[in-house]
């Protein structure tokens, strides 16, 4: 009795594995099509993957902030997904929202990114008050190529010891 209820139990537990793996190879063979109604199913069989979601956005343009607001709904953690979500908002003109929602970004990420796409907000506003602070934080913090921001940084200030007091951090 022992060995058949065991058996059983194996075979549940086989048979659901089975299920989900059926069901995960589908959501990224329809992920992978990349049409928007493919994309959709995909993310109504894996809502939690911000990839799909992120597809999604760039493939209905016209409803960007609606997809990434929901997906930060189901995501709050995920700072890469506000930046997305902010980025859309300010292309739209919803400059508030997306101010909001990249800080929000960069109290979730203590990274580069989020702080390059607030500085880069900042920039775009040409509000030097905001822009300077956030920017050292982004070179406090940068890898890499960050000759972006110091293009930027010229762009609001022609000084250079004005540039290097403000912007660069005291780091190598």
Not at 74 to 83: A, C, H, M, S, T
Request: contains cysteine; proline residues 4%.
């Amino acid at each position: 009795m022992v060995y058949r209820f065991t058996g059983l139990a194996w075979l549940a537990v086989l048979v659901c594995a089975l299920y989900w793996t059926v069901r995960l190879e589908r959501t990224d063979w329809l992920f992978v099509k990349g049409d928007a109604a493919s994309i959709r199913e995909a993310i109504r069989l894996a809502p939690e993957n911000v990839e799909y979601a992120s597809a999604l956005a760039e493939a209905e343009p016209a409803r960007a902030v609606e997809i990434l607001k929901n997906a930060a709904a189901r995501n709050p953690l995920d700072g890469g997904l506000r930046v997305q979500l902010g980025l859309a908002e300010e292309e739209r003109g919803y400059f508030v929202h997306a101010e909001a929602d990249l800080l929000e970004a960069g109290r979730l990420d203590r990274g580069f990114a989020p702080r390059w796409a607030l500085g880069d907000f900042y920039f775009h506003r040409q509000d030097a008050k905001k822009f300077w602070p956030v920017v050292r934080e982004a070179l406090n913090v940068s890898y890499g190529d960050v000759s972006a921001q110091f293009r930027q940084c010229w762009g609001l200030a022609q000084d250079a010891d004005f540039i290097l007091q403000r912007a660069i951090p005291a780091r190598p």
